[in-house]
């Protein structure tokens, strides 16, 4: 971490902390979206097909975004390890110092972008799931 001033790490950290509490807040609301807040009836009550599907919709939109902001907190957490063992900014893969620019952007990075797009060549996401 020599190479990252000592005011930008703690920028850097606060980040970190900051959108961690945002993730876990969002999960936990988006856990709770369960019942209907307007008059707290289940959301799973449906009469007919069209209210079925749209609530369908809505789980798949739910899970999706719970899954993408409980990855997003596992990177969080990895960056923190590695701030805790003093090698944050470096990439994971090649251990070449990650631009201070690119963790503006993305503190919980773990990779150099040239690492970051051979993983995404050879690791492409999977397709959505259906439900």
Known sequence: MGFIPDDVLRRLRAQLDAREVQLRDEVRRLASEDFDARDGVPMDYIEDPGEQAEQR???????????????????????????????????????????????????????????????????????????
Do not use: F, N
């Not at 596992?74 to 805790?84: D, F, H, Y």
């Not at 990439?91 to 503190?107: F, K, M, N, S, W």
């Open 57 to 131: 919709a809505r789980r798949a939109v739910r899970r999706a975004e719970q899954e993408r902001d409980i990855g997003e907190l596992r990177a969080i957490t990895g960056a923190k390890e590695r701030l805790a063992q003093g090698t944050y900014g470096q990439c994971v893969d090649c251990g070449t110092d990650i631009p201070i620019a690119r963790l503006d952007v993305e503190p919980w990075t773990a990779r150099c972008i040239s690492c970051q797009r051979r993983i995404e060549r050879t690791h492409p996401a999977p397709p959505p799931k259906s439900s």
